[in-house]
């Protein structure tokens, strides 16, 4: 089965065709990053504009490249939430009218659960059942998983997603868009100092809340020098207490689950200083950790293409109304 994937939840737009069987064929990416850096974040409009113009031509190049055929394909898979609501129309909108054209089945599927599934494409997967941290820019969220679609939330933020957060620091900084890898840049020039809270973990739960620690840094920053080294140091201790969060939370759940393995995923999960502080955590926890590779983190076609590939495989496909959802809880997934 060759299963056709789209990407087009926020700014970048994703294509990718894979095997039931034969895996990953190939995945394209298109990244509107530079258009919207002149506004200093995503103009929706701008990125569903974007979006219409890109989308066919990377699947007419992913066809190509794969020298594959329309009549080669068996199903469609796209992104339907969360996201946009612009950006997604366009995927959903795109797939569900090739799908009727080529008469095969299309598949909606959650964002998340594309970005959950992630580490599934590399070479050693993680087994069910397993732990999972998803970090991206509006959601931060722990996952007990048994299989595909069998998904327990045991713990969500409550205010801004770490992400969003490492965006808004970065704008107070003074850093361009998008902000998460200028502050990550930034850190790796910082030395230690400043002293910030771990917020929400001196309490039972595996509940997150960024809020506070983004407010402590505007406060700590107020009363500083503007100088760079400053900043730096600042920055530094701000992205420390982000990896120390999540590596407690990340040490809870696995303690009350009582699984020894974790899947991080979702664009955060790039980050170096994160992917350190997990993996000494799970070390001492004697556990397994599992990352996507750092082109898999953020937005792409691939983990759409397999989340779709294993549910069409299980029967599942959407009817013939275009299917879009910018909030999707995915508590819903069956």
């Not at 919207?36 to 066809?63: F, N």
């Not at 983004?214 to 900043?231: A, E, V």
């Not at 979702?266 to 350190?276: E, L, P």
Request: glycine letters at 10%.
């Amino acid at each position: 089965m060759y299963v056709l994937g789209i990407e087009t939840s926020c700014d970048e737009t994703g294509v990718a065709i894979y095997h039931a069987e034969r895996g990953l064929i190939n995945h394209f990416l298109y990244s509107q990053v530079d258009m919207h850096s002149e506004y200093g974040g995503v103009v929706p409009e701008l990125a569903s504009r974007d979006h219409i113009r890109k989308l066919v031509p990377l699947i007419k190049q992913s066809l190509q490249a794969s020298r594959l055929t329309s009549a080669d394909i068996d199903g469609i898979a796209y992104t339907a939430g969360p996201g946009l609501m612009g950006a997604l129309l366009v995927g959903a909108a795109t797939a569900r009218s090739l799908a009727w054209a080529w008469q095969i089945p299309a598949v909606a599927v959650h964002h998340m659960e594309g970005h959950l599934l992630a580490p599934m494409l590399e070479e050693i997967p993680p087994a069910f059942p397993f732990v999972a941290l998803l970090i991206s820019g509006g959601h931060t969220l722990l996952v007990q998983v048994e299989g595909i679609g069998r998904y327990q939330l045991l713990g969500e933020s409550l205010d801004d997603a770490a992400g969003e957060a490492f965006d808004k620091t970065a704008k107070m900084l003074g850093l361009g868009y998008p902000g998460g890898p200028r502050l990550s840049e930034l850190a790796e020039l910082g030395e230690p100092g400043y002293k910030f809270p771990r917020p929400m973990t001196d309490r039972p739960g595996l509940d997150f809340s960024f809020s506070g620690l983004k407010t402590f840094t505007m406060n700590t920053l107020s009363s500083s020098q503007k100088t760079d080294q400053n900043k730096a140091d600042i920055a530094y201790a701000f992205q420390n207490a982000v990896a120390d969060t999540l590596s407690i939370k990340c040490k809870r759940a696995l303690r009350q689950t009582g699984l020894n393995r974790l899947v991080v995923a979702g664009g955060v999960s790039a980050n170096k200083k994160i992917r350190a502080a997990l993996t000494e955590m799970a070390a001492g926890e004697k556990a397994n950790i599992f990352f996507p590779r750092p082109e898999f983190c953020t937005d792409n076609g691939a983990m759409i293409a397999y989340a779709g590939c294993q549910r069409l495989l299980a029967g599942q496909e959407q009817g013939l109304e275009i299917f879009a959802r910018p909030r999707w809880p995915m508590s819903e997934l069956s």
